[in-house]
Protein backbone atom coordinates (compact mmCIF):
# COMPACT_ATOMS: atom_id res chain seq x y z
CA UNK A 1 0.00 0.00 0.00
CA UNK A 2 0.58 3.74 -0.38
CA UNK A 3 3.31 4.84 2.18
CA UNK A 4 4.17 8.55 2.92
CA UNK A 5 6.34 9.22 6.24
CA UNK A 6 7.20 12.47 7.15
CA UNK A 7 10.08 13.68 9.30
CA UNK A 8 12.59 16.45 10.21
CA UNK A 9 9.82 18.10 12.39
CA UNK A 10 10.45 19.73 15.92
CA UNK A 11 11.23 22.82 18.15
CA UNK A 12 12.80 25.59 16.73
CA UNK A 13 13.51 29.04 17.78
CA UNK A 14 11.60 32.12 15.27
CA UNK A 15 14.40 32.78 13.06
CA UNK A 16 15.73 29.23 12.46
CA UNK A 17 15.08 26.80 9.94
CA UNK A 18 13.71 23.00 9.71
CA UNK A 19 14.14 20.33 6.55
CA UNK A 20 11.10 18.41 6.68
CA UNK A 21 11.87 15.23 4.37
CA UNK A 22 9.23 12.94 3.34
CA UNK A 23 9.63 9.28 2.30
CA UNK A 24 7.68 7.99 -0.36
CA UNK A 25 6.82 4.09 -0.92
CA UNK A 26 4.00 2.21 -2.60
CA UNK A 27 3.53 4.54 -5.33
CA UNK A 28 5.27 5.54 -8.72
CA UNK A 29 6.17 8.66 -6.65
CA UNK A 30 7.91 10.35 -10.67
CA UNK A 31 3.89 10.02 -11.84
CA UNK A 32 2.48 12.24 -9.25
CA UNK A 33 2.58 16.32 -8.60
CA UNK A 34 3.60 16.36 -4.65
CA UNK A 35 2.44 18.82 -1.99
CA UNK A 36 3.12 20.15 2.15
CA UNK A 37 0.12 21.16 3.91
CA UNK A 38 0.12 22.15 7.24
CA UNK A 39 -2.95 22.12 9.99
CA UNK A 40 -2.90 24.50 13.27
CA UNK A 41 -5.15 23.21 16.17
CA UNK A 42 -8.85 24.12 15.56
CA UNK A 43 -7.75 25.18 12.21
CA UNK A 44 -8.53 23.86 8.77
CA UNK A 45 -5.66 22.20 6.78
CA UNK A 46 -3.88 24.32 3.95
CA UNK A 47 -1.96 23.95 1.18
CA UNK A 48 1.95 25.45 2.01
CA UNK A 49 3.85 24.09 -0.95
CA UNK A 50 3.19 22.22 -4.42
CA UNK A 51 5.71 20.78 -7.09
CA UNK A 52 5.02 19.10 -10.38
CA UNK A 53 5.88 15.27 -10.73
CA UNK A 54 9.26 16.16 -12.64
CA UNK A 55 10.15 18.97 -10.52
CA UNK A 56 9.63 21.68 -13.18
CA UNK A 57 7.53 23.93 -11.13
CA UNK A 58 6.62 25.05 -7.97
CA UNK A 59 4.18 27.09 -5.92
CA UNK A 60 3.66 28.40 -3.06
CA UNK A 61 1.42 29.53 -0.41
CA UNK A 62 1.90 34.07 -0.01
CA UNK A 63 2.88 33.95 3.12
CA UNK A 64 6.09 31.28 3.20
CA UNK A 65 7.39 32.56 -0.29
CA UNK A 66 11.11 33.66 -0.07
CA UNK A 67 11.12 31.86 3.24
CA UNK A 68 10.32 27.74 1.97
CA UNK A 69 11.30 26.00 -0.54
CA UNK A 70 9.98 22.69 -1.85
CA UNK A 71 11.85 20.42 -3.63
CA UNK A 72 12.09 16.39 -4.97
CA UNK A 73 13.95 13.28 -6.02
CA UNK A 74 12.57 10.60 -7.45
CA UNK A 75 15.25 8.68 -7.69
CA UNK A 76 14.26 8.61 -4.32
CA UNK A 77 11.08 8.72 -4.04
CA UNK A 78 11.25 11.49 -1.58
CA UNK A 79 10.06 15.26 -1.31
CA UNK A 80 11.67 17.96 0.93
CA UNK A 81 10.61 21.21 2.17
CA UNK A 82 13.53 24.02 3.67
CA UNK A 83 11.74 25.92 5.92
CA UNK A 84 13.49 29.00 6.93
CA UNK A 85 12.84 32.49 9.00
CA UNK A 86 10.64 30.47 10.76
CA UNK A 87 7.99 32.41 12.98
CA UNK A 88 5.55 31.65 15.91
CA UNK A 89 2.61 31.54 13.60
CA UNK A 90 3.68 28.28 11.39
CA UNK A 91 3.52 26.32 13.74
CA UNK A 92 1.52 23.43 12.77
CA UNK A 93 1.65 19.67 11.98
CA UNK A 94 3.07 19.77 8.21
CA UNK A 95 1.85 16.95 6.39
CA UNK A 96 2.80 15.46 2.92
CA UNK A 97 0.36 14.23 0.04
CA UNK A 98 0.61 13.30 -3.16
CA UNK A 99 -1.67 14.45 -6.31
CA UNK A 100 -4.19 12.86 -8.38
CA UNK A 101 -2.46 14.61 -11.05
CA UNK A 102 1.13 14.98 -12.06
CA UNK A 103 0.51 18.92 -11.68
CA UNK A 104 0.59 21.64 -8.90
CA UNK A 105 -3.18 21.26 -7.30
CA UNK A 106 -3.93 23.38 -3.88
CA UNK A 107 -7.07 21.72 -2.60
CA UNK A 108 -6.78 18.92 -0.19
CA UNK A 109 -9.44 16.70 -2.03
CA UNK A 110 -7.15 16.39 -5.21
CA UNK A 111 -4.80 14.35 -3.19
CA UNK A 112 -5.22 10.89 -3.01
CA UNK A 113 -2.63 10.12 -0.22
CA UNK A 114 -1.30 11.37 2.89
CA UNK A 115 1.34 11.16 5.62
CA UNK A 116 1.05 10.79 8.97
CA UNK A 117 2.24 14.72 9.60
CA UNK A 118 5.16 16.04 11.43
CA UNK A 119 4.77 18.56 13.83
CA UNK A 120 6.16 21.86 13.66
CA UNK A 121 7.10 24.23 16.56
CA UNK A 122 8.11 27.11 16.56
CA UNK A 123 8.97 29.48 19.90
CA UNK A 124 9.46 33.41 20.21
Known amino acids: QVQLVESGGGLVQAGGSLRLSCAAS????????MGWFRQAPGKEREFVAG????????LYKESVEGRFAISRDNAKSALYLQMNSLQPKYTAAYYC?????????????????WGQGTQVTVSS
Open 97 to 113: AAANSRQIVRNTVDYTN
Open 26 to 33: GLTFSMYG
Open 51 to 58: ITWNGGSE
